[in-house]
């Protein structure tokens, strides 16, 4: 890749925004109102923005080796809880992807080094749901499904979180799992039920 092209083409975006408004970086420096949260993969084929159709000022973004939502990582909790708390935001996503590295690699018998403890939680999702994964013969249907069982599970640990849970109840926050097919582009939400989720996991979960 050749860098100065990235400042070539920086400065094409800005003349191109400046086209269309002149006071476009001037409203941008005003602050950021975004309703939604997007927790979504580091791949980058996923740009989280451009396949929603959205722009600058729209979505709050953190993206992370296969969407993990990991009650120990200060890292996403930090996020979470900006961007609920302070942004109000008022829907938080979870997207995975089909062809997903880590979901891949997680399901490899390897020592990966670093990667061993973040991707040992992928390996949880798999533990949780194997018999439903070990039912699926073929291995391409069974890393998709994986993805697909991930972003579910991802999902539950943002509605264990006390600042989510508080938010559902004040002002109705929605969670939702999503999957980015990177074949075809199309977004495919899951239709996680995320409130009989929190029903089902109140008693040991509930946090006032």
Known sequence: MDIDKVFKNNQSWIEE???LNQNYFEDLGKGQTPELLFIGCSDSRVTAEELMGLGPGDVFVHRNIANMV??????VMSVINYAVDHLKVNHVVVCGHYECGGVKAAMQSADLGILNPWLRNIRDVYRIHNKELNAIDNEEKKYERLVELNVKEQCVNLIKTAVVQKAIRTKGLQVHGWVF??????????KINFTKYLKDIMEIYHLD
């Not at 990991?70 to 890292?75: G, R």
């Not at 097919?181 to 899951?190: C, N, P, S, Y």
């Open 181 to 190: 097919d990177v074949h075809t582009g199309k977004l495919i939400d899951l």
């Open 70 to 75: 990991i009650s120990i990582d200060l890292n």
């Open 17 to 19: 925004k400046l086209e």
